[in-house]
């Protein structure tokens, strides 16, 4: 089978020595965390209260067998759990910008020769979690064009000065086809075992860190300093 040319290690991503300065080891087990543009640094000497609200949640997260049967939809028990994971000071959070152009005669440059508003220059792109200038989002089971999305959300976000930093919080590499297969059939609402297996909901053109990194290596989170975060294995229970 040919390698998936859209799949990626990290290899533009920040060395794994200044992950590893900054993240201590319980979560450096638990999870896969790869750092771009210095945003681990960032992060962890800029603003070290939304930083512990991160490590808290990331201890606290933890995702049962059978969350991962039961049915998604817009925002699964998975998302749900999460929301449960952060304070009222992170918000889902939505840009809005009108820009305003002025347009100066260049020998005179105090003359405004003609100036205009764009409405709406920037409209629409939301991202799950901002404090502050730091912003998260989770993506657990999207089509993995969902990151263009958020990288491009976040890239609009700093540019306008809005986050200093983005954080996407995804499925890890390890959370591959072998451990959901492993989990059998999916489950219906009910909780009732259903005929569908588990692995076929989990496709190779899904949300999954593979798939995010080939995108930060690409740049296309433009200027943002961006974390990924990993789930892995280590995050889930029997239950």
């Known amino acids: 089978m ?21 993240f201590p080891q319980d979560l450096l087990y638990k999870y896969e965390i790869f750092s771009y543009r210095n945003a681990a640094s960032i992060l962890a000497n800029g603003f070290q209260s939304q930083f512990a609200d991160i490590q808290n949640a990331l201890r606290k997260l933890e995702i ?5 049967r039961l049915p998604g939809g817009s925002k699964g028990p998975i998302a749900h759990h999460v929301d449960d994971l952060f304070g009222d000071n992170w918000n ?24 205009y508003t764009r409405e709406g220059y920037l409209d629409g792109h939301r991202i799950d979690f901002v404090n502050g200038k730091v912003a998260l989002d ?15 959300a976040f890239s609009a976000f700093y540019d306008a000065g809005a986050i200093d930093v983005g954080i996407i919080l995804t499925r890890g590499k390890s959370l591959d ?5 492993s989990l059998g059939k999916v489950l219906k609402n ?4 259903d005929i569908g297996d588990v692995y076929k909901k989990f496709g190779a053109s899904t ?8 995108r930060l290596d690409a740049g296309r989170n433009g200027g943002c300093p961006v974390l990924a975060v990993g789930i892995t294995p280590m995050c889930v229970t029997d239950r």
């Not at 049962?64 to 991962?68: D, L, V």
């Not at 009910?190 to 075992?193: I, K, V």
């Not at 949300?207 to 080939?214: D, E, N, S």
Request: glycine share 4%.
């Open 2 to 22: 040919m390698p998936d040319k859209d799949v990626s290690a990290g290899r533009v991503a920040d060395s794994q020595s200044l992950v590893e300065s900054v």
């Open 64 to 68: 049962s067998k059978t969350m991962i």
């Open 92 to 115: 889902e959070t939505r840009i809005s910008a009108d820009l305003h152009v002025r347009l100066l005669d260049a020998k005179k440059k105090s003359k405004i020769l003609s100036q």
């Open 138 to 152: 989770l993506e657990w089971n999207s089509k993995d064009q969902t990151y263009d999305r958020d990288l491009y």
């Open 177 to 181: 086809n072998a451990f959901f297969r």
């Open 190 to 193: 009910d909780g009732s075992e």
């Open 207 to 214: 949300t999954w860190m593979g798939k995010l990194l080939y």
